[in-house]
């Protein structure tokens, strides 16, 4: 049993942990100072690739392509990065306990890793059906999307479903849903997606987006399912067979991939430090990222921030506040006088040749449809008391977009008639 003391610790070693890095050694940590633990067996690297380009069939994306912090427009820090700065990257290795009032931390080993600053960005974990003890959900076939181990465990059954039925069931009409029924598509699969909402994506999408979206799947051979949840599964020799759903309907498949949400990894700081057990959940942090605790932040999917322009606190379980809530911490630890963390919602996803971006907040608003569908450009504006809150575009150029994030960040007026922000379109941005 080892015990080893740094003066920055970060927990977690994924997507946030490479930004924090780099922002450390931008900052002058010198060798030695800092050390990022993991359980994964891979130094930080851009999970989003893991729904998209890791499962095409032609040219996928594979590490050491992918490692942080390419997806955020920096340079690619593979192992060797860590080890030129001095930073201690400890993978494969669980923390199974926390101690906070001794600033130290246990893995399931028994090494101690003692800490003056801990930055925690342990992120969130698939909800699993064996969660609510659906019936057969621990048979063989039967996978969930979070990190490359289980990306390459998909790439196989993919591999090994074209010897068989070439069958797929996708469970959930979220972003994994979305997205992985797309890659199963683009393998030749025939894919059905399983969803319980009226449409895909129903807590961002508006009927009239999600219309667009749904005829693409279908158009693609994609079978899609709303309105149902699997109630239980069968199998054969362990492998599952079927996804029997609450309709009494059975789906056949090789391969059952299910993506119905995430959960934050808190449970080692339940205690110690304040959660949130309501919605958003996660570990209530402050403008600095600063936990109940002082010498503690948090950042990533766990981390319930205040977002400042709205007067809300929320947890963003997305790539960009990842990037740069890390970041923040960092500085925040770093330089006292640091400000307050004053992010912008900001969502996006890529399927088949189409890609989608949202700035600013959907929720609680009446939207307002712009464009045409049919020319694959099209948009939603969210208003609510007035004020343009979020701003939703299909197919945009990147001008386009930056004009979607100025309509976000100034929350302008919207017209009395909101048919006339709809048929001003994006004619309203760029007015701004
Ligand atoms: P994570 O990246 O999840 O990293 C947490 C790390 O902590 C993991 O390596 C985990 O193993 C480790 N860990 C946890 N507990 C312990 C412990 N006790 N001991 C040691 N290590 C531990 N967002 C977007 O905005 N756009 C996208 O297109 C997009 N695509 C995605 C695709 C997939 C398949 C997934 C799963 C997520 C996607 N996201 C996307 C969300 C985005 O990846 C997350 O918001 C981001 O990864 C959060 O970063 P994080 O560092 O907080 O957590
Ligand atoms: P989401 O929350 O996006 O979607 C989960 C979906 O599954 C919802 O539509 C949910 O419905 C549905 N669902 C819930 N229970 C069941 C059930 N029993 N049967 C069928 N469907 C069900 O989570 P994901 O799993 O898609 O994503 C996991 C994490 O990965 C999230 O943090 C997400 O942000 C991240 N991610 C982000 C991407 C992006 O930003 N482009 C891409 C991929 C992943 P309901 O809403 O009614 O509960």
């Given at each position: 049993m080892a015990a080893s003391s740094y003066k920055y610790v970060v927990l977690g070693g994924g997507n946030a942990s490479g930004y924090a890095a780099r922002e450390f050694v931008q900052r002058g940590?010198?060798?030695?100072?800092l050390a990022i633990i993991t359980e994964?067996?891979?130094?930080?690297?851009?999970?989003?690739a893991l729904s998209k380009a890791?499962?095409?069939?032609?040219s996928p994306a594979r590490l050491p392509g992918f490692h942080a912090t390419v997806g955020g427009g920096g340079d690619k820090q593979p192992p060797e990065w860590y080890d030129e700065k001095g930073i201690?990257?400890?993978?494969s290795t669980k923390i199974t306990s926390v101690d906070v009032a001794a600033k130290k931390l246990t893995s399931e080993i028994g090494d101690t890793i003692s800490y003056e600053k801990l930055i925690v960005a342990t992120g969130a974990r698939p909800i699993y059906l064996t969660d609510f003890g659906?019936?057969?959900?621990?048979?063989?076939?039967i996978f969930y999307l979070r990190n490359v181990v289980d990306a390459d465990k998909i790439v196989a059954a993919i591999a090994d479903a074209k010897t068989k039925s070439n069958k797929a069931t996708v469970i959930g009409g979220g972003y994994i849903g979305m997205e992985t029924a797309a890659g199963l598509n683009k393998n030749g699969l025939d894919v059905t997606i399983v969803f319980p909402?009226?449409?895909?994506?129903e807590r961002l999408f508006t009927a009239e987006m999600a219309a667009f979206y749904e005829k693409v799947y279908t158009d693609k051979g994609i079978k899609l399912m709303p309105?149902?949840?699997?109630a239980s599964f069968e199998g054969t020799n362990g492998q599952v067979t079927t996804t029997v759903l609450k309709s009494g309907e059975k789906v056949e498949s090789d391969i059952v991939l299910v993506g119905v949400g995430a959960r934050p990894?808190?449970?080692?700081f339940k205690g110690q430090l304040e959660l949130l057990e309501?919605?958003?959940?996660g570990i209530k942090v402050d403008g600095n990222l600063?936990?109940?605790?002082?010498d503690v932040y948090a950042v990533g999917d766990i981390a319930a921030f205040p977002l400042k322009k709205y007067g809300i606190t929320t947890r963003q379980e997305h790539v960009a506040n990842c990037r740069a809530s890390a970041v923040h911490a960092v500085q925040s630890i770093m330089d006292p006088s640091t400000g307050d963390y004053d992010y912008l919602p900001y969502f996006y996803s890529r399927i088949f040749d189409l890609g989608w971006q949202l700035y600013g907040i959907n929720e609680n608003t009446t939207p307002v449809f712009f464009g045409d569908p049919s020319t694959k450009k099209f948009g939603t504006y969210f208003v609510r008391d007035g004020k343009v809150m979020g701003a939703f575009l299909e197919g945009g150029s990147n001008e386009e977009n930056a004009l979607m994030k100025k309509v976000a960040v100034e929350q302008p007026p919207a017209p009395a008639d909101l048919n006339e922000l709809g048929s001003q379109g994006l004619s309203f941005a760029s007015k701004l």
């Amino acid at each position: 049993m080892a015990a080893s003391s740094y003066k920055y610790v970060v927990l977690g070693g994924g997507n946030a942990s490479g930004y924090a890095a780099r922002e450390f050694v931008q900052r002058g940590v010198g060798k030695g100072e800092l050390a990022i633990i993991t359980e994964e067996p891979y130094v930080a690297y851009e999970r989003p690739a893991l729904s998209k380009a890791y499962l095409f069939p032609e040219s996928p994306a594979r590490l050491p392509g992918f490692h942080a912090t390419v997806g955020g427009g920096g340079d690619k820090q593979p192992p060797e990065w860590y080890d030129e700065k001095g930073i201690d990257y400890k993978t494969s290795t669980k923390i199974t306990s926390v101690d906070v009032a001794a600033k130290k931390l246990t893995s399931e080993i028994g090494d101690t890793i003692s800490y003056e600053k801990l930055i925690v960005a342990t992120g969130a974990r698939p909800i699993y059906l064996t969660d609510f003890g659906t019936q057969g959900a621990d048979l063989q076939g039967i996978f969930y999307l979070r990190n490359v181990v289980d990306a390459d465990k998909i790439v196989a059954a993919i591999a090994d479903a074209k010897t068989k039925s070439n069958k797929a069931t996708v469970i959930g009409g979220g972003y994994i849903g979305m997205e992985t029924a797309a890659g199963l598509n683009k393998n030749g699969l025939d894919v059905t997606i399983v969803f319980p909402e009226k449409h895909l994506m129903e807590r961002l999408f508006t009927a009239e987006m999600a219309a667009f979206y749904e005829k693409v799947y279908t158009d693609k051979g994609i079978k899609l399912m709303p309105g149902n949840i699997a109630a239980s599964f069968e199998g054969t020799n362990g492998q599952v067979t079927t996804t029997v759903l609450k309709s009494g309907e059975k789906v056949e498949s090789d391969i059952v991939l299910v993506g119905v949400g995430a959960r934050p990894n808190v449970e080692l700081f339940k205690g110690q430090l304040e959660l949130l057990e309501e919605r958003p959940g996660g570990i209530k942090v402050d403008g600095n990222l600063r936990t109940s605790n002082p010498d503690v932040y948090a950042v990533g999917d766990i981390a319930a921030f205040p977002l400042k322009k709205y007067g809300i606190t929320t947890r963003q379980e997305h790539v960009a506040n990842c990037r740069a809530s890390a970041v923040h911490a960092v500085q925040s630890i770093m330089d006292p006088s640091t400000g307050d963390y004053d992010y912008l919602p900001y969502f996006y996803s890529r399927i088949f040749d189409l890609g989608w971006q949202l700035y600013g907040i959907n929720e609680n608003t009446t939207p307002v449809f712009f464009g045409d569908p049919s020319t694959k450009k099209f948009g939603t504006y969210f208003v609510r008391d007035g004020k343009v809150m979020g701003a939703f575009l299909e197919g945009g150029s990147n001008e386009e977009n930056a004009l979607m994030k100025k309509v976000a960040v100034e929350q302008p007026p919207a017209p009395a008639d909101l048919n006339e922000l709809g048929s001003q379109g994006l004619s309203f941005a760029s007015k701004l």
